[in-house]
């Protein structure tokens, strides 16, 4: 679905609302606000189709299953990390699991190839746990 008469984006959904963005399987689209807020869109829809009609600019992000994917464009680590715990409970309305994998994909935006080790989505949130790329190429 590429149609923008049926996007609905919803800021930090609640898992009612979870409902609604996931369609035919669980993938939804949508940006990490610097205040831990989050708004969120089926995935079917891409970034680029949606950030026009946006009046905010945040950290890009997909979840599709048990899999996050995040799309660097240049943004700190320790930012990421933060909007990533911030934004824990819209996340865990949208029923990403503690043991989701985060995946960090450098290459969309940025043309760049940094990599990371394999991130669970609970280490996040351990003592001196600290997102960070294992050697920029």
């Known amino acids: 679905m590429s149609n923008l008469d049926d996007l609905f984006l919803y ?3 609640t898992r009612r609302d979870a409902k609604s963005i996931y369609r035919d399987e669980k993938y939804a689209r ?4 610097k205040n831990g807020d989050i708004i969120v869109w089926s995935g079917d829809i891409m970034h680029t189709k949606v950030i026009p009609f946006l009046t905010e600019t945040g950290v890009h992000f997909s979840v599709f299953n048990d899999k996050l994917e995040i799309c660097w464009q240049f943004e700190s680590w320790a930012d ?12 865990d309305n949208l029923g990403f699991p503690e043991e989701g994998r985060i995946v960090i994909d450098t290459r969309y935006y940025t043309h760049t190839d940094v990599d990371f080790p394999q991130i ?3 280490q996040l949130f351990e003592e001196g ?3 960070k790329p294992l050697a920029e190429k």
């Open 80 to 91: 990421i990390q933060n909007r990533l715990v911030r934004a824990k409970q819209y996340l």
């Open 120 to 122: 669970r989505y609970a």
């Open 30 to 33: 949508g940006i990490l606000l």
């Open 129 to 131: 746990f600290e997102l």
């Open 11 to 13: 800021t930090n959904p």
